[in-house]
């Protein structure tokens, strides 16, 4: 399983590394916040951790701790335009519930 | 569920401790209050669901004379009945004085208070009032629908002011939203606000202009737009003219076809304009409309059509191209080269300024985003990025100056120190000396305008220099610094540098109110009474301290043991312990000062961290020319 | 504040007469991006304060460097060189701009608005080669020379200026 970036999600971090001129990756953190209880964090990555789990989709080295892992696992980033805003997008199969304001979520 | 971003380690902001920020249009006609939520960004909405709030206000007194303040919808529906109480477009008044106003539609239409100097005062049934004061009351209103829709009191603010306000224009907006309380980020031109929120929008690279027509200002502007920095490159305009001019026009047609010599009274004259309102609004979708109106036995019925409309207002919508003519020789680029146009207010939904704007630059303007909300829509996404919800934001705004700023120099005549459209922040300084000999003082004139007579430009301050050491005529050198920071608000001091005895003076603008008028004001308002007043005096140092503990604990934790000896950094840190200990009590001064202490202390460090920002800058992007950084 | 560095190091150049524009404004967003006071809103007075002292003096050395005549006359300085209130200059110069001169009073005697900015492309071309001659000569380090180009530059810079401001008036601007 593990998580997978579309085409579009690749391409943002790839531009968004060069344009902060270092980094190998990027690092997804699930943290414990808000009324639901969880959000998502990425984060650029310059030297992985050793516990980190690595994976490799369409070019991007991800990296995730095996604590987070459980939360994802399954996990598609997307990186979508809304109206005036853009961002990446989660399609979690995990999660049940967000809360109220949308900004954090059950699993 | 909201979009997410990459944020650097340890940046990411938790939703819950998002801060509530807002953009506000504070408009002639009407104004908005707008803010990003979930990461949308949309415009909020009274009880009844409406989002433009008029920017009416009225003054009344109830059968005990005490003064009754309404604002908007019922301020406006007041506007016939009351004539003289009801205040609108005060945005026309802001930072004017009685001269400049004689012979305007507002010196018929209010009772001004003859002033010798200073901003315009109004009369009315609660009292005198000042724009400021009325401005403040429409910042209030909308204020409070923000922190009832984000459920909690305002972080912070973006105001809009149009690009071609002056600094006494601006520094007015700044003094209303003072005395409405509001804590404010920075003051947001208009038409940079609507490219914001176009560019976010489109992600459209290329120089775009933004013809901006509101009810009583128009502004153009040239901005370049690439990877989230929007460069203003030239800037112009008018601050007094708009759609409402347009209304006025009309009404004047209107008034000849009814009846060329009918004196109307005060309170059908208004009737009147708000028909002609209602008439140029029909006339953007039909050909004609007809009119009418009625007072006691007065029954009087007319038709206008578009093709008349266009007629009567054409010499002002070619007033507007000529400024964007301007504005584009400004810049030393050609109509071909833009690559598009926004068009901005809601005096653009009139046909014949849309077809002037496509024929002069050859290509149909953009309107995706409805006029009337784009500007507060812009300032509410600069909001959310200032106050710190969004710490990896890309987004960069540089503006210009839009009028040169100068000095009155001997024969009546003004020398630029600063010229229109350099970017801001700016700081320019120019020696002059004495012309007598002996001569102890100097009076310097702050002048802003375009033209080369002061009788043509606009006196920003007079201040005058004293003590300076007797010398002989031309032996002196007057040191005189003009500072412009990134709100285009200006800051003059002036200095005897030549036998190092300085005297240095801080200027606010004649038409601006001083710091004691502004707590004055605050104490005397309703809703601020001496316990309030101070109450809030305190809340506002602790909130000062609180926040430099914040800022000096989080950059301690990311360069402290880099930048810092041990042994200052301890310091810091008990200077922060203790800094924290006086907050919690009630002492506003002692807050205050340990406030001042602590930050002084850590200025070194504040100033070290700067410079390695600066470093940081072009750090891994570096070509083979490149000289070798010198490490401070 | 660190601002001893010259504007060149500032912004990591090669002090050359000939800068590549383009590149130039990269740096100073690349510059602004970091220190712009917008990027300190909410951090406190001081360091809002010093931002707005960092992004004036990025501003100031922006201006300076990308401006032709204040590139040039700033060049000239790090060489220890300044200009004089009053220089000398040959004659044969000083008759082309009484000539110049003339033809503006001309141009806008004739009130076509296209004949002025034709006069404005004249002289924009001759202060082009000018300056193409100022940066070969303070390439090979004749500075005395390249001065007398600087001198030539402010004098057409004038006109220039002279020319927008009769053109304003044409136009009724």
Known sequence: MGISLTDNAAR????????????????????????????????????????DMHFDTQGVNVYIDPKSLIYVDGTEMDYVKQGLNEGFEFRNPNVKGECGCGESFTV | MALIQITEPGQ?????????????DLGTTNSLIASVREGQTETLQDVVGNSLLPSVVHYGADKNGASEITVGAAALAKATTDPMNTIASAKRLLGRGLAELAG??????????????????????????????VSAEILKTLAQRGSETLGGELDGVVITVPAYFDDAQRQATRDAAELAGLQVLRLLNEPTAAAVAYGLDSGDEGLTVIYDLGGGTFDVSLLRLSRGVFEVLATGGNASLGGDDFDHRLMSLMRAKLTPDLVLSPSLNRRLLMQARFCKETLSTEATVNFELTEGD???TGSISRAEFEDAIADLVDETIRSARRVMRDAGLGEEAVDQVVLVGGATRVPLVRAKVESYFGKAPLTHIDPDRVVALGAAMQADVLVGNKPDAEMLLLDVLPLSLGLETMGGLVEKLIARNTPIPVQRAQEFTTFKDGQSAMLIHVMQGEREQVADCRSLARFELKGIPAMVAGAAKIRVVFQVDADGLLSVSASETGTGVTAAVVVKPSYGLSDQEITQMLKSSFAHAQEDAEARMLLEARLDAEQLTEALRSALAQDGEALLSDEVRLGLFQGIDQLAQVAGGSDVALIKAETEKLSQASDPFAALRMDQ???RALAGHTLDDVLPVESS | MNFSQNFFELFQLTPHFDVDEAELS????????????DRFVGQGAQAERLATQWATHINEAFATLSDRLRRAIYLLSMQAIDLEENPSLSGEFLMEQITLRESLDAAEKSGDPQVIEDFIAEIEGDSEQVAKAFGELFESKAYDEALQRVYQLQFLKKLMQSARAAEDRLLGY
């Not at chain 1, 980094?23 to 516990?51: F, H, N, W």
């Open chain 1, 12 to 51: 943002h971090v790839r531009s968004y590394l060069d344009n902060r001129g270092q980094g190998l990756g990027i690092r997804l953190l699930v943290k414990t916040t808000g009324c639901s209880g969880l959000m998502y964090v990425i984060e650029p990555v310059d030297q992985p951790e050793a516990e």
């Open chain 2, 12 to 24: 990411a902001v938790d939703p819950h401790q998002r801060k509530r920020a807002a953009g506000i």
């Open chain 2, 104 to 133: 305007t539609e507002a010196a018929e239409q209010y009772a001004f208070v003859p002033v010798q100097e200073g901003m315009v005062q109004l009369q009315t049934a609660a009292g005198s009032t000042s724009p400021v004061q």
């Open chain 2, 298 to 300: 007065l029954h009087l």
């Open chain 2, 613 to 615: 920002e600066v470093r």
């Open chain 3, 26 to 37: 990269e740096r100073f967003q690349r510059l602004q991006r970091r220190i712009h006071p």
